[in-house]
């Protein structure tokens, strides 16, 4: 399973855009990565998933270099209702997602 | 759009009571999950089930600790003998054919457990 890391926590303004950036060294060749969001006294829910280049949806986008050692999720013009813990996960541990601490975003207005 | 509904919201026991927390996975979702999480720390993986048994689960998932499906929708964990280090929020989740495909877990909105 392939340890991530990512900034404890990040603050931000209404507005703006926010990219908060996972490194994975050891991702194995199979691994996607994926982010989820979290906010207080509510269950993760899934952002979005990726392999390589460029993945967007309606709430994020997902940047993955071509070595794949590290991914950035970028969240455009965030609100004040953007703030809560965001996860990157990296591959599976058997059938499973392991969570690590996350980063907790706050947007300010 | 289809959810993963747990009850009860809130639960308050006793140190040695037994508690089962209850979950309605989303209905064409094959894997089950149960994990927690203590007030300020990360989501930490507890159970899952599949086919109607359990295929794997963690140091945390200990003789307390059960989980069933006793019908075609519901998920129950049980907790035997509560302790007070039991107390957290616990997430249920499901997801379709397995995280190899689709790297997607549906979480419910949790159910708190306060032991006192």
């Known amino acids: 399973l392939a340890k991530t890391t990512q900034p404890i926590s990040m603050d931000s303004y209404e507005g703006q855009e926010v990219n908060i950036t996972c490194s994975h060294n050891?991702?194995?060749?199979?691994?996607?990565i994926t982010w989820y969001q979290q906010f207080p006294s509510q269950g993760p829910r899934f952002i979005i998933q990726?392999?390589?280049t460029k993945v967007t949806n309606e709430v994020a986008s997902l940047f993955i270099p071509a070595d794949r050692k590290s991914s950035t999720l970028s969240l455009p013009r965030v609100s004040l209702s953007d703030t809560a813990v965001y996860y990157c996960?990296?591959?599976?541990?058997?059938?499973?997602?392991?969570f690590g601490a996350g980063t907790i975003l706050r947007v300010k207005s | 759009e289809p959810e993963v509904t747990q009850t009860p919201s809130h639960q308050v026991t006793q140190m040695g009571q037994e508690v089962i927390l209850r979950c309605v996975p989303i209905?064409?979702?094959?894997?089950f999950y149960w994990y927690r999480q203590i007030l300020g720390q990360k989501v930490e993986f507890l159970v899952s089930?599949?086919?109607?048994?359990?295929?794997?689960k963690s140091e945390i998932f200990d003789d307390q600790f059960s989980v069933e499906r006793p019908d075609g929708s519901n998920f129950t964990l049980k907790i035997r003998s509560t302790k007070l280090e039991d107390s957290a929020m616990y997430f249920c989740?499901?997801?379709?054919?397995?995280?190899?495909?689709?790297?997607?877990?549906?979480f419910g909105e949790g159910s708190r457990l306060t032991v006192l």
């Open positions: 989740a499901s997801s379709v054919p397995g995280l190899q495909d689709t790297g997607e877990l549906f």
């Open positions: 996960l990296v591959g599976e541990d058997g059938n499973k997602l392991v």
């Open positions: 089930f599949y086919n109607n048994e359990i295929s794997e």
């Open positions: 050891n991702i194995a060749t199979n691994d996607y």
């Open positions: 990726g392999y390589k």
């Open positions: 209905s064409n979702h094959l894997y």
